[in-house]
């Protein structure tokens, strides 16, 4: 993937937002996202380390731009269920339609399916995308710091606390790093894999924690794919590990994740 294909997925956000605007204008969203319900504490039990066995984060994924499609037919309701019988912590969902063949309506099948928490995974650009986050129900949102100003980054971190919502910060370098700390990130995930390249190198995972901040909670994300990848990071301080292919490419799902959580 290259930065312009970076600038794409962003200009198709941009077109998606005035799309959905036009259908669910900011002021009812905003209505609709400060409604009560029951939170699923997605940081806090990522903030809990249980000795050898890692929290996973298991990713409803049935395709991406580099890979391809990955599990097309994918049961969001049948394969959270398996990823929470298998062990897993919370649920990622990737809602991007475009480019991974999602949906935000997964969310609410996902929620009614598990107990676990939930995270939407997409390109949030503006508040409007997080009220329609809080909305569809997610527990938590993840925010990437190289497609958002530092302002911006802040402003949407502010907006998660306002609406009791806990987001994922994902970096992938000392800059980013560097922007998440001073925008107050407190969930750190370093990714992988190299937007703009597609590469993936666990060893920037293990590079960059030893620079978080004490309150700082990492959590890996890309390139995951068995246990030996876990045990490689978790020396370094990682307990938290967002896997998405590798669970989603496999027959047993429950199966597989219990042998990456031993």
Same mark, same amino acid.
């Given at each position: 993937?290259?930065?312009?294909?970076?600038?794409?997925?962003?200009?198709?956000?941009?077109?998606?937002?005035?799309?959905?605007?036009?259908?669910?204008?900011?002021?009812?969203?905003?209505?609709?996202?400060?409604?009560?319900?029951?939170?699923?504490?997605?940081?806090?039990?990522?903030?809990?380390?249980?000795?050898?066995?890692?929290?996973?984060?298991? @990713?409803?994924?049935?395709?991406?731009?580099?890979?391809?499609?990955?599990?097309? =037919? /994918?049961? $969001? !309701?049948?394969?959270?269920? &398996?990823?929470?019988?298998?062990?897993?912590?919370?649920?990622?969902?990737?809602?991007?339609?475009?480019?991974?063949?999602?949906?935000?309506?997964?969310?609410?099948?996902?929620?009614?399916?598990?107990?676990?928490?939930?995270?939407?995974?997409?390109?949030?650009?503006?508040?409007?995308?997080?009220?329609?986050?809080?909305?569809?129900?997610?527990?938590?949102?993840?925010?990437?710091?190289?497609?958002?100003?530092?302002?911006?980054?802040?402003?949407?971190?502010?907006?998660?606390? @306002?609406?009791?919502?806990?987001?994922?910060?994902?970096?992938?370098?000392?800059? =980013? /790093?560097? $922007? !998440?700390?001073?925008?107050? &990130?407190?969930?750190?995930?370093?990714?992988?894999?190299?937007?703009?390249?597609?590469?993936?190198?666990?060893?920037?995972?293990?590079?960059?924690?030893?620079?978080?901040?004490?309150?700082?909670?990492?959590?890996?994300?890309?390139?995951?794919?068995?246990?030996?990848?876990?045990?490689?990071?978790?020396?370094?301080?990682?307990?938290?590990?967002?896997?998405?292919?590798?669970?989603?490419?496999?027959?047993?799902?429950?199966?597989?994740?219990?042998?990456?959580?031993?």
């Amino acid at each position: 993937m290259t930065s312009s294909f970076l600038d794409r997925i962003v200009a198709v956000k941009q077109m998606e937002i005035a799309e959905a605007s036009r259908l669910a204008p900011e002021s009812v969203l905003r209505q609709q996202a400060r409604m009560p319900r029951v939170k699923r504490p997605f940081f806090a039990r990522l903030n809990t380390v249980t000795g050898s066995h890692p929290n996973i984060i298991a @990713e409803v994924k049935r395709a991406s731009p580099s890979r391809g499609r990955i599990r097309p =037919d /994918l049961d $969001s !309701a049948a394969y959270s269920k &398996a990823c929470q019988e298998g062990g897993a912590v919370a649920m990622s969902v990737l809602t991007d339609r475009q480019f991974f063949n999602g949906s935000i309506g997964d969310a609410q099948t996902v929620r009614s399916a598990v107990d676990l928490p939930v995270l939407r995974k997409d390109f949030l650009i503006a508040p409007y995308q997080v009220y329609e986050s809080r909305a569809a129900g997610f527990d938590a949102i993840l925010l990437i710091v190289r497609i958002l100003e530092a302002s911006l980054l802040k402003e949407l971190l502010s907006l998660c606390h @306002e609406l009791d919502m806990d987001a994922l910060v994902e970096i992938h370098s000392e800059a =980013d /790093l560097k $922007s !998440a700390s001073r925008a107050g &990130a407190r969930l750190i995930g370093i990714n992988s894999r190299d937007l703009s390249t597609f590469e993936t190198d666990l060893s920037i995972c293990s590079r960059l924690v030893p620079l978080l901040e004490p309150d700082q909670v990492p959590v890996a994300a890309s390139g995951i794919c068995n246990r030996s990848d876990i045990d490689r990071l978790m020396p370094f301080g990682v307990n938290n590990f967002l896997i998405g292919e590798s669970i989603a490419r496999s027959s047993d799902p429950a199966g597989f994740l219990k042998s990456l959580i031993g």
